[in-house]
DNA sequence: CCTTGAACCGACCCACAAGTCGGTTTGTTT
DNA sequence: AAACAAACCGACTTGTGGGTCGGTTCAAGG
């Protein structure tokens, strides 16, 4: 089974520095051989493994993206406690680049959506599917946060996911160039605000 | 002058059926020849208006999109009224297609941002630029408002600004597919009880 | 050793799209 | 109507990038 294994760590490598590539520049503006030379591996080696560079890239969905976006986004929302702060503090998780200077996978999410949008249907598809679950998550946490007593009774908390996931979305259209700390801070400020006005009882900005 | 006429005549006739298909499928995802097929014109007569494809563009920027932007987001926000419900009006009127089945412009600064966002350093930095002004007229006019006793004193003028333009732009990631009456319901919806959150006094939601 | 097959190499093929250029049409001027 | 230039044509050049394929390396089993 030591086959089994290299042909595994291959494929790891070349899914992890292709999402960091497609990542910085673009999946349509980057050539297989930017990533393969980068790793020193062949064309004939990439062709062994993955059947095109949509399969590639599909596995890379699968089984990166989806796995982040989980632990950053989704998981956190597992919770009894408030879900007000319980949110605020995933995004701001996912807005931030990870301690050992990964990427902010925050920022994946607008890009490839958009980039996919009408070009790719089988990749933008699954993109969505990832928003989905997402929204999934967040109105039935915000429906528990209901009943426990943390959100006001008029609250449309799909109108509150849909809202929550458009602004942080939206922010990745801001936050472009450099990490702005500001404009980061400006948008945690402004979503305690917003939630402050959904909360039961009001609560000191 | 005839001659200067038929120029100008067929450069806009380009640069309306060019954004029309850009907005569509994407700058990158868009050939010169997709273009001129459809109003059957040729590469040569391209070239003879038009030093490349990028010069192209930021003729369709300059003469369409800013006019289109300050037309639906930032003239409306010369007011002395109430600084909130304008800006809810304006967005609307973004997001909606145009009454006689234009596009919805709303759409297209998100997209075109995300598009040459790290691969055309001279497009991207117009199209921020637009972000900017819109920003800095939001600003004032919060300010503005502020003043005139519509908006509590405690506000973040700046950080609301860019909270209403991350929202507006993320909303795009959002309504990718149908014209989506539902969301855009919500997001409106939204955005009001967030404004009532900054308002000096409170408002029926 | 020798065989077998997975992993890998890299020259090549092919489609597509930006940009070129010599030539043709069209309209204006005198 | 001759002359001139702007507008336009379309075959061609050129570069790029996804995908192919015959061959080589290497490790494991006999």
């Known amino acids: 089974m030591e086959m089994t294994l290299k042909r595994r760590e ?22 297989l051989d930017d990533i393969l030379n980068e ?35 989704i998981e956190p929302l597992n919770t009894n406690e408030n879900p007000l702060p319980v949110i605020i503090e995933s995004l701001k998780n996912a807005l931030d680049p990870g301690k050992k200077n990964e990427m902010a996978y925050g920022f994946m999410l607008n890009d490839f959506l958009t980039e996919f949008n009408k070009r790719n ?15 999934v998550n967040l109105v039935s946490l915000l429906k528990k946060g209901k009943l426990d007593g943390h959100i006001a009774r ?10 929550i996931i458009a602004s942080y979305l939206g922010m990745r259209s801001l936050l472009m160039d450099s990490s702005n700390k500001q404009l980061k801070y400006q948008y945690i ?17």
Chains 1, 2 share one sequence.
């Open 189 to 205: 400020q402004q979503l305690k605000q917003y939630f402050n006005s959904i909360a039961a009882h009001h609560v000191a900005a």
């Open 39 to 73: 790793l020193s591996l062949s064309k004939g080696a990439f062709y062994h493994h993955f059947k095109s560079k949509e399969d590639y890239f599909i596995n890379i969905v699968q089984n990166l993206i989806v796995q982040k976006v989980y632990a950053l986004l």
């Open 121 to 135: 249907e089988e990749i933008s598809g699954q993109l969505k599917e990832i928003i989905n679950v997402w929204e």
């Open 154 to 163: 008029h609250v449309d908390c799909e109108g509150v996911a849909t809202y």
């Open 10 to 31: 291959t494929m790891h490598r070349l899914c992890g520095k292709g999402l960091e590539i497609f990542h910085a520049k673009g999946y349509y503006n980057t050539s």
